[in-house]
């Protein structure tokens, strides 16, 4: 079955087969339109929708290397244990239904702890938000600070603790 759109020169409502943008009427602009469309694609690299992954996310090897981590059948079978073992519950409020699983020291500041299940928490979105706040303060990680030299705090009760600043 043939696909069709309406034509591109404006309050024209024809039905245009594709691959054409402009109806007969209006097919002299059918040039122009094409050439203004390579001429921005030629101005804009393959990787113009890639940007924003490889300059904030891949800033440097550390970094890559953590992410990459992210993608692995090894990360996806763990995430899966601690998502079972914890009854996809918030560890931190106890909200249900929650799908985030996160590492509860940052692998940023402990890289031996990457794949230590008991480094794992379920985490809903908002606690996830506050704890990461939290590690920015408290351990240093994130852009631009530096890692701080303290002890690691693995009682999740005791985060919830910190990171909501009850004392």
């Not at 921005?40 to 891949?58: I, L, M, P, S």
């Not at 918030?90 to 480094?119: A, F, R, W």
Request: glycine share 4%; proline share 3%; aromatic share 12%.
């Amino acid at each position: 079955m043939p696909r069709y759109r309406r034509c591109r020169q404006p309050g024209c409502h024809a039905m245009v087969k594709y691959p054409n943008h402009y109806c007969t009427k209006h097919f002299e602009h059918e040039a122009e339109y094409l050439a203004n469309r390579q001429r921005w694609a030629r101005a804009h690299g393959k990787q113009y929708q890639r940007k924003y992954n490889t300059v904030t996310r891949y800033r440097n090897d550390t970094k890559s290397k953590q992410y990459n981590f992210y993608r692995t059948r090894q990360w996806q079978e763990l995430r899966q244990r601690t998502l079972d073992r914890d009854h996809y519950i918030c560890q931190y409020c106890g909200q249900p239904n929650s799908k985030t699983v996160d590492h509860i020291v940052p692998i940023e500041y402990d890289l031996s702890l990457m794949t230590n299940l008991d480094n794992l928490a379920v985490i809903c979105r908002k606690c996830h938000r506050l704890k990461t706040d939290f590690e920015h303060q408290y351990y240093g990680t994130g852009i631009g600070n530096h890692i701080k030299n303290v002890n690691e705090v693995f009682d999740v009760n005791k985060i919830a603790i910190l990171m909501n600043g009850d004392n």
